[in-house]
C-alpha cells in the first residue's frame, strides 16, 4: 500500500477516535475508524488521485502504478540525468525498463512521456506518459501544438522537425503558458 500521509479527498475524520468515547466502546470505534482510513488509501491509491510519497518511489514495481483509472503515471529509474519537465524515451537498459531525454533525430529516442520530477541517474522519477494534462513545461503559446525537438535532447519546439532521418512525432497543445495537454503519438513520422 502506498505511503500516503495527506490525501486529496477529506473526510473530516481525526486521525484517531475522539478520547471521550467510553473505554468500552473504544475498541470498536478504532477499529471502524482504521477501516474507513484503509478505505480511502484504497481508493486513493486505485483511483490514482493521489501519487506514491516519493520515499516509496524506488520500491514499487509498474503494476503498482499502472492503475485502470490512472494509466498515465508511472515510476521509472532514469538512465541519465532527467529535468522536471523534459520530454523521456522508455528504453532497454541491460533488461531493465530505464527513461533517458527523448530527442527526434531518431526513432529509437523518440518521446514517450514527460518527466514530472527530476532525477539523477538511477534514482526513479514520476514520469507521465502517452496523454494528459501537464503543468511541467513553461514558456508555451497558447493554442501551439508542440513538436519533440531533434536538436535539445528533451526539449519541446513550435515547429515540425523538417530534416531528412528526423521525427515529427506532436507533444501537445499549450492550454496556457505553463499548461500543456499532452498527447505523444507512439507513431512518429520520419522524414
Do not use: C
Amino acid at each position: 500500500m502506498y505511503g500516503i500521509d495527506n490525501f486529496k479527498i477529506q473526510l473530516g475524520l481525526p486521525p484517531l477516535p475522539a478520547e471521550d468515547i467510553p473505554p468500552e466502546l473504544y475498541d470498536n470505534f478504532f477499529e471502524l475508524h482504521r477501516a474507513v482510513q484503509n478505505l480511502l488509501r484504497g481508493v486513493s491509491q486505485y483511483s490514482g488521485i493521489d501519487a506514491p510519497s516519493q520515499e516509496t518511489w524506488s520500491s514499487l514495481v509498474y503494476s503498482d502504478t499502472l492503475l485502470e483509472s490512472n494509466l498515465t503515471r508511472m515510476y521509472v529509474p532514469a538512465g541519465a540525468v532527467i529535468a522536471r519537465g523534459q520530454v523521456v524515451n522508455l528504453y532497454n537498459n541491460a533488461g531493465a525498463l530505464n527513461v533517458r531525454l527523448a530527442q527526434a533525430n531518431s526513432i529509437a529516442t523518440m518521446g514517450h512521456g514527460v518527466a514530472n520530477s527530476a532525477g539523477a541517474i538511477g534514482e526513479t522519477i514520476e514520469v507521465y506518459w502517452a496523454r494528459g494534462l501537464l503543468d511541467s513545461i513553461g514558456g508555451l503559446t497558447v493554442g501551439t501544438v508542440y513538436y519533440l525537438s531533434p536538436s535539445v535532447a528533451g526539449a519541446v519546439q513550435n515547429t515540425k522537425p523538417v530534416t531528412v532521418g528526423q521525427i515529427v512525432q506532436p507533444i501537445g497543445l499549450a492550454l496556457s503558458a505553463a499548461t500543456m495537454l499532452m498527447d505523444i503519438p507512439l507513431n512518429p513520422q520520419q522524414l
